[in-house]
């Protein structure tokens, strides 16, 4: 059997004093795509921010094999993992430019051109607003942005909270296709956290259900998707 890209045992997670989430255990394989499921005040974001390294966490985080738990944020990006956090994350008051040049600080300096001509390919409207402050983009404008500037990392892995919040559904529709696109294409595994069940679990390989800081099932996400209860209260249907 493979080796995990990322897989977490026994996760436990605090603020302060006061514990978020309880012995998680998940893996997920290079390539794929997995979503976490789960109400507001699951303990999605917080499961993000773990494996990031933004929160105290307990138990065990792997990355490629690897013990990544209680690492600096930096060391977890320079091994190849971008979080997109929720609410986009920008630097408002600088250009499009410059938020993908500093998506790019770990990258040799040669590389940076060629790497924002990859980003806009995919999304060419970032091309557009190249010398626009990023605080005066749309709202998808902004979310393309943000997973533009994760891009310029290179990830082997990004971290995706709430991407489709607040958007209109056209435009979260193409963010899913470039989702899609930039899996298939380019091989970058995906995290994905998101309150459109629906979208998820048709983008997804594989899910999660969290409820309380806790897993309570996962499986294929064309499983899940037929599950019953699932449908019920995260499809509508």
Sequence with gaps: MTTPLLS??????????????????????????????????????????ALSGMVKTGGEIRFEGKVISNKDTADIVRLGVAHVPEGRGTFVRQTVEENLQLGGITQPAGQISADMERVFAYFPRLKERFRQQAGTLS????????IG??????????????????????????????????????????????????LALELADHAYLLETGRVVMSGPAKELSQDESIRRAYLGY
């Design 8 to 49: 977490a045992k026994n996760l436990r997670a605090f603020y302060g004093p006061t514990q978020i989430l309880f012995d998680l255990n998940f893996d997920m394989h290079e390539g794929g795509i997995t979503t976490l499921l789960g109400a507001n005040g699951a303990g999605k974001t917080t499961t993000l921010r």
């Design 139 to 146: 709202g998808g404008e902004q979310q393309m942005l943000a």
């Design 149 to 198: 500037r994760a891009l310029m990392l290179r990830p082997k892995i990004m971290l995706l909270d709430e991407p489709s919040f607040g958007l209109a559904p056209l435009i979260v529709q193409e963010m899913f296709s470039i989702l899609r696109a930039l899996n298939e294409k380019e091989k970058v595994s995906m995290f994905l956290v998101e309150q459109n069940a629906s």
